[in-house]
């Protein structure tokens, strides 16, 4: 029986959630990638390194989940996907599930389960607190805070059920690992305008993420937030006001800026150096 390790990755059609599963790929994963839309994930496809596979049984998938509709996204009955294959188009899917994939993809010599996931799936702030309305309050602490803590919840135990079943998974790959990804602006030293219900949502992750690291050390589950500065390239940094952008810069430095690849690497190297001891 082969026993292989899968990833998920939220917020994976652009930015840094797309240099993280393009890293993973590239390192052997099978990834599960989600984006909010159909349209969204069609973007994927054309992108040649999700046609790749760097291992004979490698295998990867994108879904259309919109977290913005939280907490009724759970209950949909389908959702739309796509399946990359190498050297062949991509297929059309309907998912039950977001470990769907994973029941598909296993056979009775192979067994496909969810052993990391990776909550990147962010949507930013753009105009003051006073300006913000109800809705637009409520989609940024929907996708930033709420869908990431029930997508942690739901994939601990979707991890604890395969352990239970197959107890050698433990011998066979990474530990378990969540990793969100936050902000430098959840710091209360950082005090950005036009962020403060952006920073509130990535301060709640964080702090989120500490407390459920120590409920989770002694199941064997590794918890970790990356708490990335400006950069490059992410829509954070396109939709910030001038002004903001401005204080931000002079509050870290120009030097602290960063690229979406040098994020994806500080994840792998997480997930990575996460070995089991014996």
Same mark, same amino acid.
């Given at each position: 029986?082969? $026993?292989?390790?899968?990833?998920?990755?939220?917020?994976?059609?652009?930015? &840094?959630?797309?240099?993280?599963?393009?890293?993973?790929?590239?390192?052997?994963?099978?990834?599960?990638?989600?984006?909010?839309?159909?349209?969204? &994930?069609? $973007?994927?496809?054309?992108? *040649?390194? /999700?046609?790749?596979? #760097?291992?004979?049984?490698?295998?990867?998938?994108?879904?259309?989940?919109? @977290?913005? %509709?939280? !907490?009724?996204?759970?209950?949909?009955?389908?959702?739309?996907?796509? =399946? $990359?294959? *190498?050297? #062949?188009?991509?297929? #059309?899917?309907? $998912?039950? +599930?977001? @470990?769907?994939?994973?029941? *598909?993809?296993?056979?009775? =010599?192979? /067994?496909?389960?969810?052993?990391?996931?990776?909550?990147?799936?962010?949507?930013?702030?753009?105009?003051?607190?006073?300006?913000?309305?109800?809705?637009?309050?409520?989609?940024?602490?929907?996708?930033? @805070?709420?869908?990431?803590?029930?997508?942690?919840?739901?994939?601990?135990?979707?991890?604890?059920?395969?352990?239970?079943?197959? !107890? =050698?998974?433990?011998?066979?790959?990474?530990?378990? +690992?969540? &990793?969100?990804?936050?902000?430098?602006?959840?710091?209360?030293?950082?005090?950005v305008p036009g962020t403060s219900v952006?920073?509130?949502?990535?301060?709640?992750?964080?702090?989120?993420?500490?407390?459920l690291a120590r409920e989770m050390e002694?199941?064997?589950?590794?918890?970790?937030?990356?708490? !990335?500065?400006?950069? %490059?390239?992410?829509?954070?940094?396109?939709?910030?006001?001038?002004?903001? #952008? =401005?204080?931000?810069?002079?509050? &870290?430095?120009?030097?602290?800026?960063? +690229?979406?690849?040098?994020?994806?690497?500080?994840?792998?190297?997480? /997930?990575?150096?996460?070995?089991?001891?014996?």
């Amino acid at each position: 029986m082969h $026993y292989l390790p899968v990833a998920i990755v939220t917020g994976a059609t652009r930015g &840094i959630g797309k240099a993280i599963s393009q890293k993973l790929l590239q390192k052997g994963l099978s990834c599960i990638m989600l984006g909010s839309t159909k349209e969204s &994930i069609k $973007y994927v496809a054309m992108d *040649k390194d /999700y046609s790749q596979s #760097k291992s004979l049984y490698q295998r990867h998938c994108a879904m259309a989940i919109d @977290f913005k %509709k939280w !907490p009724h996204w759970l209950d949909c009955e389908t959702y739309d996907g796509i =399946e $990359y294959f *190498k050297n #062949k188009p991509p297929l #059309k899917q309907k $998912y039950h +599930t977001v @470990f769907d994939p994973c029941d *598909k993809w296993s056979t009775n =010599e192979l /067994y496909y389960y969810v052993n990391l996931l990776i909550n990147c799936a962010g949507l930013t702030q753009e105009s003051l607190s006073v300006r913000t309305t109800a809705s637009q309050m409520q989609d940024i602490m929907n996708v930033n @805070f709420m869908s990431p803590v029930t997508m942690t919840n739901i994939c601990i135990k979707q991890m604890m059920k395969s352990q239970r079943r197959r !107890p =050698e998974l433990s011998n066979e790959s990474a530990q378990l +690992t969540i &990793i969100n990804i936050s902000s430098i602006l959840h710091s209360g030293e950082m005090k950005v305008p036009g962020t403060s219900v952006y920073s509130a949502s990535k301060a709640a992750l964080s702090r989120f993420t500490e407390v459920l690291a120590r409920e989770m050390e002694p199941r064997g589950v590794r918890c970790f937030a990356v708490s !990335p500065g400006l950069v %490059k390239g992410t829509d954070m940094i396109q939709n910030l006001p001038v002004s903001s #952008k =401005e204080v931000l810069e002079t509050a &870290i430095g120009t030097n602290e800026l960063s +690229t979406p690849a040098e994020v994806a690497q500080e994840v792998w190297s997480l /997930y990575n150096n996460t070995k089991m001891h014996k």
